[in-house]
Nanobody
Framework: VQLVESGGGLVQAGGSLRLSCATS????????IGWFRQVPGKEREGVAC????????YYPDSLKGRFTISRDNAKNTVYLEMNRLAPKDTAVYYC????????????????WGQGTQVTVSS
């Protein structure tokens, strides 16, 4: 099983990034994917989740309207579109997989990627 994030980098405040999570070793359509982020010294925070077959989606209220999660099961890839980025969004972003329906707590996820750094300059 492998999850590989890409698309992170340095962006100015107000800009956009699209992160990708390429998966392999399992049937993506059976798994929920969550995107989480973490800064040093803080707990990992959920930013978007999408369930397997029904495609239900979760965003925390603080990110609704700025972040969009989507999945392309044919390409075994899940995306996170991030708009109007701010310095507070600076973090390492991880994607994770769990069977079935999404969960908002990172402890429920079975498989994790290595993370991709997103840095937003002011």
């Amino acid at each position: 099983v492998q999850l590989v994030e890409s698309g992170g980098g340095l962006v100015q405040a107000g800009g956009s990034l699209r992160l990708s999570c390429a998966t392999s070793g399992f049937t993506l359509e059976d798994y929920a994917i969550g995107w989480f982020r973490q800064v040093p010294g803080k707990e990992r925070e959920g930013v978007a989740c999408i369930s397997s077959r029904d495609g239900s989606i979760y965003y925390p209220d603080s990110l609704k309207g700025r972040f969009t999660i989507s999945r392309d099961n044919a390409k075994n890839t899940v995306y996170l579109e991030m708009n109007r980025l701010a310095p507070k969004d600076t973090a390492v972003y991880y994607c994770a997989a769990k069977y079935g329906t999404y969960a908002t707590d990172y402890g429920s996820y079975t498989y994790w990627g290595q993370g991709t750094q997103v840095t937003v300059s002011s």
